[in-house]
């Protein structure tokens, strides 16, 4: 007899994107080079810049290694209200700013400051994987939107509002990603500026991670809901790990830039849920804020990544339109692509079976779509170099032509 066990919403943590890591290192064990194309983690392929680096040793040596402001040190929550004004005209204020350990704490504090047991809120499918076990972390349910295939993988507003007509317990908040993970798409000014309206008119708390909203590809226009949501109560996600070049820094922020009562309490409450847990990573807040101080370091290091990116993704579309047995919606930013099997044709069961078929037999990793609510298709990352990518999609289109082939 056991004297203790798990809780009920402990069942729901698992990611979908480092499931298959155990069987990847079994392969490498057996000798087998494996090609990683699952982790959206840019340090890998574009080291982070040297000034940021600089500037991390030189906090360091300037002994930032205590504790730090709960909230974010004040040389980075300035910075943060410097990027926001130079770049999307928002005013913000010290206290619209709550720096976290990467976006990935931001949703948790969320979650737990929002959801109670049973409460509902609305993300879309596909999601980034962490929102639904974020909900279900402390009881609650999502709603499931959309963002539509067919059009371009924008959001689909009529679904939208068919999911929220009529509810008697409006959910606690709508969540959108825009650049998106995993579809790379930017999401258009008409969709961002209706979904606020539907936001407004039910008096939902709208929250855009826009983690991605740097790497945007040439001809594709980002907005932030900042931007337009002006008196309709949101919060902004961002943080150190994409533009920044620096997901092992842990650095993440929330902005609620609003004054209505529902904003102001949310960002106290958030503020006490950063000095429950002490602080962020004192060194590499510094190392944030000189990165987003150096303006002119930055655009050099962030249009080079943009640029080697875009080829890399555009390299790996042009060899995936040779694939009969995949569809795949031309990405517009972050450094995701994520295509639609034709499973029956491949005879395989589904999207699961798909990829780890493909990790066992061609030694190429990726993730399943339906660790991203959509399923029967798959997410590559397309941040490795042109070769590395080419030779991964050639080995995706052999392994699907074998399978369209065998069991016949
Ligand atoms: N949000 C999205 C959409 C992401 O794709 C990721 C990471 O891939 C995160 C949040 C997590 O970000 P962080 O490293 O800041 O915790």
């Known amino acids: 007899m056991?004297?203790?066990k798990l809780s009920a919403p402990s069942k729901y943590v698992h990611s979908a994107i480092r499931e298959d890591d155990d069987l990847a290192d079994e392969l490498r064990k057996a000798g087998k080079e494996i090609i990683k194309l699952s982790s959206g983690d840019p340090p890998v392929y574009f080291p982070t810049p040297k000034y940021v680096i600089d500037a991390y040793v030189e906090a360091l040596r300037n002994g930032k290694t205590s504790y730090s402001r709960s909230q974010g040190v004040p040389e980075l929550v300035n910075a943060i209200i410097d990027r926001y004004r130079n770049r999307y005209g928002i005013e913000l204020e010290d206290q619209d700013v709550l720096v976290t350990s990467g976006v990935a704490e931001a949703l948790t504090f969320l979650n737990s400051a929002l959801i109670d047991v049973s409460d509902a809120?609305?993300?879309?499918?596909?999601y980034y994987t962490q929102y639904p076990v974020a909900i279900r972390m402390f009881g609650g349910k999502f709603?499931?939107?959309?963002?539509?295939?067919?059009?371009?993988?924008?959001?689909?507003l009529g679904e939208l509002a068919r999911i929220l007509k009529g509810r008697r317990r409006k959910p606690k908040y709508m969540l959108i990603t825009n650049p998106n993970n995993p579809t790379g798409t930017v999401l258009s000014k008409r969709a961002l500026e209706e979904v606020i309206e539907i936001a407004n008119e039910h008096r939902i708390l709208l929250i855009s991670d826009e983690i991605y909203d740097e790497i945007v590809f040439e001809g594709a226009n980002l907005v932030s809901v900042g931007e337009l949501a002006k008196g309709v109560p949101h919060v902004i996600l961002n943080g150190a790990s994409k533009a920044f070049d620096a997901t092992g820094?842990?650095?993440?922020?929330?902005?609620?830039?609003?004054?209505?009562a529902l904003s102001e309490e949310l960002k106290h409450k958030l503020a006490d849920y950063c000095r429950v847990r002490l602080c962020a990573n004192t060194p590499a807040q510094y190392a944030l804020a000189a990165a987003m101080n150096n303006r002119a370091e930055?655009?050099?290091?962030?249009?080079?990544m943009v640029r080697?990116?875009?080829?890399?993704?555009?390299?790996?579309?042009?060899?995936?339109?040779?694939?009969p047995y995949l569809t795949t919606v031309?990405?517009?930013?972050?450094?995701?692509?994520?295509?639609?099997?034709?499973?029956?044709?491949?005879?395989?069961?589904?999207?699961?079976?798909?990829?780890?078929?493909?990790l066992k037999e061609k030694y190429v990793q990726t993730t399943r779509g339906s660790g991203f609510g959509a399923p029967n298709?798959?997410?590559?990352?397309?941040?490795?170099?042109s070769t590395i990518i080419g030779e991964s999609i050639e080995r995706v289109n052999d392994f699907c032509e074998e399978h369209s082939k065998s069991r016949q």
Do not use: C
């Open 330 to 358: 031309r990405p517009r930013g972050a450094f995701y692509i994520f295509p639609r099997i034709d499973m029956r044709s491949l005879k395989l069961r589904d999207d699961k079976e798909f990829v780890e078929s493909l």
């Open 2 to 4: 056991t004297a203790w």
């Open 308 to 323: 080697a990116i875009k080829q890399r993704v555009e390299s790996a579309m042009k060899l995936l339109a040779e694939n």
């Open 143 to 156: 709603l499931l939107g959309r963002y539509d295939e067919e059009n371009g993988w924008d959001i689909d």
């Open 377 to 385: 298709h798959f997410r590559i990352v397309s941040l490795a170099p």
């Open 298 to 304: 930055h655009e050099k290091a962030v249009s080079e």
């Open 249 to 260: 820094f842990r650095i993440g922020y929330a902005i609620v830039p609003g004054h209505d």
């Open 121 to 126: 809120a609305v993300i879309l499918m596909p």
